[in-house]
Structure formats: structure tokens, C-alpha cells
């Protein structure tokens, strides 16, 4: 039973989100040959002053 734990800031898409998901799975159905009811994704979003990339805070970029 894979658990794919994907963290981001907030702002995607609803749709995007969906995407992201659905080719995730598609590819560990695809090198693990597991059924897709056996894979759970979690999606957690982050507020940007959460995250820092090169010693700044996204929300100050």
C-alpha cells in the first residue's frame, strides 16, 4: 500500500491538483503494479510564509 505524501504551497488548482494525482498513480500503478485502490496521496499546502527557498520566505519573493 504506497503512501505518497506531496507537499506545496497553496494557490494550485483544483484541477491541478487532480492532475498531479492522477499521474502519480498512474505511475505507481505503472513500476510497482499495484491496483490504484491500493495508493493513498496526500496533499498538503503550505502557506508561502511556510516555505523558504535560498534563505528567503516564498511570500517575501
Not at 504506497?2 to 504551497?9: K, L, N, R
Amino acid at each position: 500500500m504506497p503512501v505518497v505524501t506531496i507537499e506545496m504551497a497553496v494557490g494550485r488548482t483544483l484541477e491541478q491538483k487532480r492532475r498531479v494525482v492522477e499521474e502519480v498513480t498512474a505511475t505507481l500503478v505503472s513500476v510497482l503494479k499495484v491496483d490504484p485502490a491500493e495508493i493513498t496521496i496526500l496533499v498538503h499546502e503550505l502557506p508561502r510564509e511556510s516555505i523558504a527557498k535560498a534563505g528567503r520566505l516564498l511570500s517575501e519573493r
